[in-house]
């Protein structure tokens, strides 16, 4: 029996997500709902870290989507149901659309867009124990529910999964010096909704049993 994970004690993780219904269950870990979106999760992740001061990683877990294979040019790390690692995530869509493409706001030179690291000690201690693959992430505030938004989205960031939380809360974590870690199972492929293969309990029901993997002595 072990209280501790890649060398912090597990009561010193802050183990959020974002929709009520990731954590459902997982109460008695002590979960934290963020919120969904980047600005209700980045505001209370930094709420939560400023207010606890035994806090020395903070573990993002929940769902996300995939880019399927028609989008990519090599087949997915990581397919619906299955478990993943998020190594680094990005802001995918701050910035403005132009005639000759999307500049985000760092080709403008106005502001980060990423890519945020996630702590590589602690991504390659929970890939090696979850048997999980290492994916790099996009976050964004308008999912790619149209197969011609999902291929914009993946040739511009090259990223394998996507939600609507994982940058920004990295972001937090850089900035306030605190490890993250990010767990994301897949619910869906992105693209034309009628072909994402939607499962979202299953996915929930992954991604909870991985928390209680780590997170249980």
Known sequence: MTSVFA???LSEFLVVHAAPIEGHGLEDLGVQSLGVGKVPSSLHCAELLRSRENVRAVLL????GA?????RESEPPVAVGELAIVSHDMLGDEGV???????????MQLSDCGPFLAEPRLAKAAAERLHAPVVHGVTVSSC???????????ARSGADVESMEGAA???VCRQLEVPMLHLRAISNWTGDRDRGEWNLGSAIDVVQAAVRTLLQP
């Open 7 to 9: 060398g912090i004690a």
């Open 169 to 171: 809360v990295a972001y």
């Open 67 to 71: 880019f399927p294979k028609r989008h």
């Open 97 to 107: 659309e132009t005639p000759d493409g999307f500049l985000d706001l760092g080709a």
């Open 144 to 154: 790619s529910g149209t197969d011609a938004s999902s291929q914009r989205m993946h």
């Open 61 to 64: 877990f929940g769902v996300a």
